[in-house]
């Protein structure tokens, strides 16, 4: 059989080759003499698996889609706190380069501008870090969001600092209301290196599912930042990524993303995959335009957008019977599916309907594949209020679901593995060991 995501890129490829309008940025010589006809595709899934289409070997540089793991990278390395006093999370509506600070505190609105960026360069790694060592923080950082290791475009570098003068121009303002320590220029400098990391669009799909994949990268299994990280990294990448265009990119595509001017563009849906496109003009917002329309495209043709509602899950609760009669009888709540908070809710309910003289009650979770942490403690407080209750409470998980099923105080459950074995008791764990 012919690998049906390759050809489906493949072709989606095709729809937008034609369209040859925008221009490759200009104001770094060594990126207006791109070849503007570049076009690749990949999605890189959790699995580990890359699909591809187009130019997808191809070294370009990474610039701003370094921006958000940086942003990891710092609120990893020192924390929420100190990133978050040095660097606001709101939309600043304003071009990517755009001299904006706060008018009171002169922090940057967000670390997706360049202001926002170049302050949060200077705070990856540890404080007391040389202005080289902070480079190459940032460097193996974005390796490892890769799987594989990056190197620098010292040509590329070079031409963007002969040109630098708006960023020197953001760094002193920076330096000016003390957001920034250390020497503005040096600061630049680092950041421009930052920009100027080779990446090919594999290796930017990588990076995206990265955070897709909650901070672990799908090659090397390497937990690269925290979940807590990764949450706040996508939040800013939503509402910011796109600069002045992210109001249009929240409602037509819907993915976290981050763009850049050498003409990259990647998106990281949460639990999915990340997806990376190449094509080196941009519009008037300094984005890919093919990457755009390469994007509005995914997200229609696979609902792919974060705020598709999913349709509606099978009941959780599968069947609501008893078993045997007599004092041997038992109430079987079967459920069924990935539970969360609003699966829960549904048990909770059909838990509330039971009668006292139910009295021995199983919960079966031998068809469920997933709990998470909001519903195993609700259902373990079921387990608890049906034991303070006067109910035998049963939980039947063969795969261990839930893995350590303490009910709490004055809770106690039977654990077994069999529904049918309801009478021969394999093991019993409880908080409380009420009788
Ligand atoms: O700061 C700059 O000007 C660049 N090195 C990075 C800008 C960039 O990629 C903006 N994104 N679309």
């Known amino acids: 059989m012919r690998p049906i995501i390759p050809d489906y890129l493949a072709e989606v490829l095709g729809d937008v080759e034609s369209d040859t309008s925008g221009a490759p940025a200009e104001y770094i010589p060594e990126l207006a003499a791109a070849e503007p006809e570049r076009l690749g595709a990949a999605f890189a899934m959790l699995g580990g698996e890359i699909y591809g289409a187009g130019d997808i070997d191809i070294e370009f540089t990474i610039q701003s889609i370094s921006k958000p793991f940086a942003y990891a990278l710092a609120l990893s390395d020192r924390g929420f706190s100190p990133v978050l006093a040095k660097v606001g999370v709101e939309p600043s509506g304003e071009a990517f380069n755009e001299i904006s600070l706060d008018s009171k505190t002169g922090r940057p609105l967000n670390p997706m501008i360049n202001a926002g960026a170049i302050t949060v360069h200077s705070l990856t790694g540890a404080e007391d870090l040389t202005p080289a060592e902070r480079v190459e923080r940032a460097l193996q950082g974005l390796s490892a969001f890769a799987g594989r290791q990056l190197r620098i475009d010292e040509a590329v570098c070079a031409s963007e600092m002969e040109n630098a003068h708006r960023n020197l121009a953001i760094a002193h303002m920076l330096r000016s209301h003390d957001v920034l320590t250390e020497d503005p220029g040096s600061v630049v400098d680092g950041y421009v290196r930052q920009c100027s990391v080779l990446v090919t669009t594999r290796d930017l799909a990588m990076m995206a599912a990265t955070l897709a994949n909650r901070g ?85 043709d696979m609902g792919l957008h974060v705020m598709e509602v999913p349709a509606a899950s099978r009941a959780i609760v599968r069947s609501n019977h008893v078993v045997g009669h007599g004092p041997e009888a038992l109430r079987v709540l079967q459920l069924q599916g990935g539970i969360g908070f609003a699966g829960a809710e549904r048990i909770v309910q059909e838990a509330e309907s039971i009668s006292p003289s139910d009295i021995r009650v199983a919960l079966d979770l031998t068809r469920v594949h997933s709990i998470d942490d909001v519903a195993r403690r609700m259902l373990l407080e079921v387990a608890r209020r049906l034991t303070l209750n006067g109910h035998d409470v049963y939980l039947v998980d063969p795969e261990s679901v839930i893995p350590d099923p303490k009910p709490g105080d004055g809770g106690r459950v039977t654990l077994l593995d069999d529904v049918n074995r309801a009478a021969s008791h394999t093991a019993t764990v409880g908080g409380g060991q009420t009788g």
């Open 216 to 300: 672990k990268n799908p090659l090397s299994g390497e937990q690269v930042v925290s979940e807590a990280v990764v949450r706040q990294v996508l939040s800013v990448m939503f509402s910011c990524g796109m600069y002045d265009a992210a109001g249009d990119w929240a409602t037509q595509v819907g993915i976290p993303a981050k763009s850049g001017v050498a003409g990259g563009l990647i998106g990281a849906l949460p639990g999915q995959l990340g997806i990376a496109t190449f094509s080196p003009r941009l519009d008037g917002h300094g984005n890919s335009v093919r990457g755009v329309s390469l994007f509005e495209r995914f997200s229609s």
